[in-house]
Structures are given as structure tokens and as C-alpha cells.
């Protein structure tokens, strides 16, 4: 078996002994015939960015051979809000390199993710999945380099309080079993993910923990590794759909909504990205941040104001986004600071060796692990949609370099502290702010909607219809009008709780 493979834990993957993208329809017969599976499930993903599926019986070798050749017919008007009826017929094809077996079928199945196809056999130009596909090239097009992203995917679960244990409130970072309540389901998830072929980076419980009307509401993160961008965003749709489906099993709610109740932490979509060339991380050069990163942070900059139409789909997500609450207000960045809109996080820029210094017996060779550096865009929660989130945020990161002076753009948003400390008042006031509604997003999105339709990435009627859906919120002076009270506060929490 290939030493690349052994370890893999998509018994697919295992099985084959050929990487996921290598995998052909002949491949997926064998297995479907070695392991007895009875039964195919098409996956694909709508507008409210959750999981479709559709459910096939296999009949005979035949039956198999001819849905995985031909795909099926689906309804597109039913799926895309901005799909006529009468032209609504569409095809989902399935990708064969993201099969993975059901987790949660009792009946033997394989699961397969789908791209949308039109009429005339072409893609469906509108289809979030293949935006995103789109935007990926148009990066590697005009660049030269690939695009690599992963999300950190916090949730709250939540579940009746037991008395015991109780962990202090909003300081549970990292906590374990007993004060950790749900440590237990999160490996379980990871697992699941895993085996589904998600590349988990760790997993740990968050900030957030709190009790009220004797439920205990319990903050945790599974966060994944840098992957080619289109892969990121199966991966995490994949994951979301996992964590909600194992918490029914389990009797529990599972929310990864941002606003969660007044005064707590709510939970964010956070975003790694890293530009990439023949394996090569572009992000670091000489043990410091390269200029490659900072123009795709000065594209960051540049597009952070309509960024948020596609990371921060609903009213909650601006209660969110509010100063001292560890999520971005200002449109800035910094190395290892959390108030800022992207983040250079601790990184292994320099070759080193602490593991010789820890256990004496090992090597005192020094090993580069340059290669680990990203940066983080910390705006997006769990309201958005994760394929036009990351086809946005691919977008900004091509617009950095067709700025005229992307170092100077990077220059000037950058701060070296905290933004809200009394010394940095006078730099605070120069920065350009976030959007604080669903129509103000629009509004952005409107102004820099060129931007996003070069080279045919998105499309008209589908930043059309976004735009015309974020303003019909009228959300525009809501976190004015009722942040202070805490009734209202939670109709609207309870109303998007189970957003994305």
C-alpha cells in the first residue's frame, strides 16, 4: 500500500490504495461490490447552504453504471431561488473524488457530492459550487499560483445541565472532561469527518460556556488543514452536516449561528488562506511575512466591505460583530491579534528545534515548518454560504494583485496592537469599517460588484438576487434599536438559530 494512503481513514481511500482525486467510476463499481453497498447518495447544495440528497437503490451493475454516468434531474427552481421555473431543470453529476460511506445509514451506502449541470450538458454558471470553481481559476489564471483555504467551524451544543462539573463561564478555552461536558461527541464528529474525507488539523472546546433556564450551552471547534479551496468548502459542508445529524442522534441542539444570547460569544466561520506554487507556501520569505501575503491581504483590505454579503448572511451576524468581543469592526490586520479583520497568526518562520529542547533524545537538527504559515480572515460566521465565502474571499485575494500598489494597501491597514487601545485612536479613525447590517453589506456588494463578475467568476442574476435577499432583511438600524434589549435579541436569535 502506498505509505501516503495507509494512513488515510476514508475507507474508500483506504480500500483503493489511489488518492481521492485519482478515483474513477470503475474504481467506485469495485467498491460498491467488494463492500456490498446497496444503496448511492447524490449530495449536493442549495441556497440555504445545507446538504440535498438523493437517494438511489442499486438494481443491478447496470443501474449503477448508468447513474454514475448520467447523474439525475433535479429541480433547480426549488433548489436556487434565482432559477426560473421554466427553465428549471437541471442535472447533478457526481464528482467521483468526494465519495465517502454514510456514517448514519443503516443500510450500506456511498455518498457522492454533485455538480450542477444545464440543459445543454454545460455548468450551471450560477451554481455556488462552480463559482467558487471559477474563482480558483481565475486565480491560478492571472497569478500563476494556486489557492489553499481551511475554516475553523465553531458550534454551541446544547443540552440539559447535570449539576455536575460546571466550567466558569465564557472561560472554557481548551477545557477537558468532566468541565467539558461534550468532548466526547466532538472526537466522534471528527472521526465521521475524517472517515468522510475531511483533513483535520485539531479539535477543542471554545471560550464560550454558559448556562440559562437550565440548559448548559457549550462552545466547540474542529478546525481543518490548507487544501486546494474547492476542497475546503466540501469539507466543511460535509462537517456541518455531520455535527447537526450526530446531535439528533444524541437528543441535543447543535447551533452554529453567531449571535448565540446578549453578552456571550457567538460563533465565528474563521478563514486560513495561503498562496501556494509546485508545493512551495508563498507566505513567508526569508522568516517574515512575504510580500505575496501581504498583497493578498491588501486585496482583503480592499474587498472587506462586500465580503461580508456572501460570510454574513443574516441580521444576527452584526450583533456579532461588535468592538471587545474578539470578532473584527474595523478593516485592519496584525500578527497575532484578534481585534483585527485578519490576522498573521504565530507561525514557524524561522527553521527551529523546541522538540530536541523538550525530549533531549531527539535530533538537535533544526526543520523548517515555514510551509504551516497562513493568514486569517475572521469576519465570516455560520450564516454563510461556505462555496461564496470562499469564492469571495479567492476573488479578494486575485484583486490584491491587480491593485496598483497592493504594499501600500497593506501598509496603511496595518496595526502593530490592539486597535482599541487609547494610543491607537488617531489610526482607528483612518480605517474603514464593516458593514453593521444585512443592506448595508448590499449596498457594498452593489459598489463592488465589477470586481467579483471579472472573468465570468459570479454572476449577474446571482449577486442580483444576493443583494435584493440582504436588503429585503431592512435590518439597517436593528443593532441600534434593540441590542439593549434582551427580548428582542433572542426572537431574533431564535428566528436564524439554525442558519447555514
Not at 442499486?58 to 454514475?68: D, F, W, Y
Not at 457522492?112 to 459550487?129: D, H, Q, R, V, W
Not at 531527539?362 to 461564496?388: C, M, P
Request: glycine share 6%.
Amino acid at each position: 500500500m502506498d505509505k501516503k494512503i495507509a494512513m488515510n481513514p476514508n475507507p474508500v481511500v483506504q480500500y483503493l490504495n489511489k488518492p481521492a482525486d485519482q478515483l474513477t467510476k470503475e474504481d467506485l463499481i469495485r467498491f460498491i461490490e467488494d463492500y456490498d453497498i446497496q444503496m448511492i447518495n447524490f449530495r449536493y447544495v442549495g441556497w440555504d447552504g445545507r446538504l440535498k440528497t438523493l437517494n438511489f437503490i442499486i438494481g443491478s451493475r447496470e443501474h449503477l453504471n448508468n447513474v454514475l454516468t448520467a447523474g439525475e434531474r433535479v429541480d433547480g427552481s426549488s433548489l436556487f431561488p434565482f432559477v426560473e421555473a421554466a427553465s428549471s431543470d437541471l442535472y447533478v453529476i457526481p464528482r467521483y473524488k468526494t465519495a465517502f460511506l454514510d456514517p448514519f445509514s443503516e443500510i450500506p451506502t456511498l455518498n457522492i457530492l454533485c455538480s450542477f449541470y444545464n440543459s445543454k450538458g454545460n455548468p450551471m454558471e450560477s451554481a455556488p459550487e462552480h463559482v467558487l470553481k471559477k474563482a480558483h481559476q481565475a486565480f491560478k489564471d492571472k497569478t500563476g499560483y494556486t489557492f489553499e483555504a481551511m475554516g475553523e467551524l465553531e458550534y454551541y451544543i446544547i443540552s440539559e445541565a447535570d449539576g455536575l462539573f460546571k466550567a466558569d463561564d465564557q472561560k472554557a478555552y481548551h477545557e477537558s472532561s468532566p468541565f467539558s461536558k461534550w468532548a466526547d461527541f466532538r472526537t466522534k464528529a471528527m472521526k465521521l469527518i475524517a472517515e468522510s474525507g475531511g483533513t483535520i488539523k485539531y479539535g477543542h472546546s471554545e471560550v464560550g460556556n454558559f448556562s440559562r433556564d437550565g440548559m448548559v450551552y457549550e462552545q466547540n471547534e474542529i478546525e481543518f488543514l490548507p487544501t486546494n479551496v474547492e476542497d475546503a468548502a466540501d469539507q466543511l459542508v460535509i462537517a456541518k452536516w455531520i455535527i447537526r445529524t450526530l446531535a439528533a442522534q444524541h437528543g441535543v441542539t447543535v447551533t452554529f449561528s453567531p449571535k448565540i444570547t446578549v453578552g456571550k460569544a457567538g460563533s465565528g466561520l474563521h478563514i486560513h488562506s495561503r498562496v501556494m506554487k509546485e508545493g512551495k507556501n508563498l507566505m513567508i520569505k526569508n522568516g517574515v511575512l512575504s510580500d505575496v501575503a501581504k498583497t493578498v491581504i491588501a486585496g482583503y483590505m480592499e474587498m472587506a466591505p462586500s465580503l461580508t454579503a456572501f460570510g454574513n448572511m443574516n441580521p444576527t451576524s452584526y450583533f456579532r460583530l461588535v468592538p471587545h468581543q474578539e470578532a473584527p469592526t474595523n478593516i485592519c490586520w496584525g500578527d497575532r491579534n484578534r481585534s483585527v479583520l485578519v490576522r498573521v497568526p504565530l507561525g514557524w518562520t524561522q527553521p527551529m528545534n523546541m522538540i530536541h529542547k523538550v525530549n533531549p533524545l531527539e535530533s538537535a537538527e533544526k526543520t523548517d515548518f515555514s510551509n504551516k504559515q497562513t493568514v486569517e480572515i475572521r469576519n465570516a460566521d455560520g450564516s454563510a454560504d461556505v462555496y461564496l465565502l470562499l469564492a469571495g474571499i479567492t476573488v479578494a485575494a486575485r484583486h490584491g494583485f491587480e491593485l496598483k500598489d497592493p504594499l501600500r494597501v497593506a501598509e496603511n491597514t496595518y496595526v502593530d496592537v490592539d486597535i482599541f487601545k487609547d494610543e491607537k485612536k488617531v489610526k482607528q479613525k483612518k480605517l474603514g469599517q464593516l458593514p453593521t447590517s444585512c443592506v448595508a453589506s448590499a449596498k457594498m456588494l452593489e459598489k463592488q460588484k465589477s470586481v467579483y463578475t471579472k472573468y465570468n467568476v459570479f454572476t449577474e442574476n446571482l449577486l442580483d438576487y444576493l443583494i435584493g435577499y440582504l436588503k429585503d432583511f431592512r435590518d439597517e438600524n436593528l443593532r441600534e434599536e434593540i441590542s439593549n434589549d434582551e427580548e428582542k435579541v433572542m426572537e431574533l436569535v431564535t428566528k436564524y438559530f439554525h442558519c447555514g
